[in-house]
């Protein structure tokens, strides 16, 4: 990950607001939008049968400079603000393999601003706050293909972050799924991405259908047997064991550092299924916390 500094950073962030926080994205595009939810993603695919899931190989650092010019020209802007806009977002490939592929070098020409001589071409950065609803709008031509794509073999549709999902409640068969994403492949590939297929997954019925971690085989998304187990677990020792115990078996750095991890573990919970938070938010109340302990700590 690479962090911008303060100023930069304070920069992107405007940008992110008042400029890509303003474009839509597809409706198929559920990653980094306000009051859309990673359940709202899985509800797409609530009751399949079959689920296809298809991982793009590094997304970010795969978005580069002259995709974000192309973005902002898009939005309106003239060449030389996308340009300068492309400048602010991304950041210049260190030393890899990958970024020294012909894609990744600028020819110069004759330049006359020492500032636009580099001959490295810049990709988005994850830490940055402009990368996310980049990546969105850098899709926007894409997703309508996969969409389309997807109407064709009878399935529906989602995308989040790197994630795409296929999926149908009908018969289906492995050959297909295989033959979509061949294709889903294709249309990618023409936009200069890569399929991870260490990722890609064909689950078909009897097969833990799961999308971004929740499970679609019923009528609404729902948290898996494994992640209730573990958060019963880490609420279970901290109640039975003490904290300080608990942290130091799991292997936490610090008390402030499990109670972090377990509240965002509720918090996640609290939007998927309410009635399952408030049993766990419960017993969490009930657990004894060293004393004193600074309310900054908690934060």
Same mark, same amino acid.
């Given at each position: ?14 940008? !992110?607001? !008042? ?217 279970? !020792? ?62």
């Amino acid at each position: 990950m690479s962090v911008p500094e303060a100023e930069l950073r304070r920069v992107q962030k405007w940008i !992110h607001t !008042h400029i890509l926080s303003k474009a839509k994205a597809h409706p198929a595009c559920f990653s980094f939008l306000r009051k859309i939810s990673i359940r709202d993603c899985a509800a797409q695919h609530r009751g399949a049968k079959w689920v296809i899931k298809v991982d793009i190989s590094a997304f970010f650092g795969s978005v580069s400079e002259r995709h974000a010019f192309d973005v902002f020209v898009k939005l309106g802007y003239r060449s030389l603000i996308a340009f300068e806009m492309a400048r602010i977002v991304t950041d210049a490939p260190r030393s890899s393999k990958r970024y020294l592929a012909a894609p990744w070098k600028r020819d110069l020409g004759t330049y006359t601003i020492a500032q636009y001589t580099d001959s490295r071409v810049g990709f988005l950065p994850q830490g940055a706050p402009s990368s996310p609803l980049l990546s969105n709008l850098f899709m926007m031509d894409v997703d309508p293909k996969l969409e389309a794509l997807a109407v064709q073999h009878g399935l529906r549709y989602s995308r989040y972050s790197d994630d795409m999902t296929f999926s149908t409640r009908g018969e289906y068969s492995r050959e297909r799924a295989k033959k979509l994403v061949h294709a889903v492949a294709a249309v990618i590939r023409a936009k200069g991405l890569r399929v991870n297929t260490a990722k890609t997954r064909i689950i078909p019925p009897g097969g833990r259908r799961m999308v971004l971690g929740l499970l679609v085989d019923g009528s609404e998304p729902r948290l898996s047997r494994k992640f209730r187990d573990t958060l019963r677990m880490h609420i279970y !020792h901290m109640k039975n064991h003490g904290v300080q115990y608990h942290a130091e078996r799991r292997g936490f750095d610090s008390v402030s550092g499990l109670y972090r991890h377990v509240k965002g573990l509720l918090d996640y919970v609290k939007s998927i299924d309410l009635s399952y938070w408030g049993k766990m938010s419960s017993a969490f109340a009930e657990i004894v916390w060293p004393n004193p302990w600074p309310d900054a700590e908690r934060v």
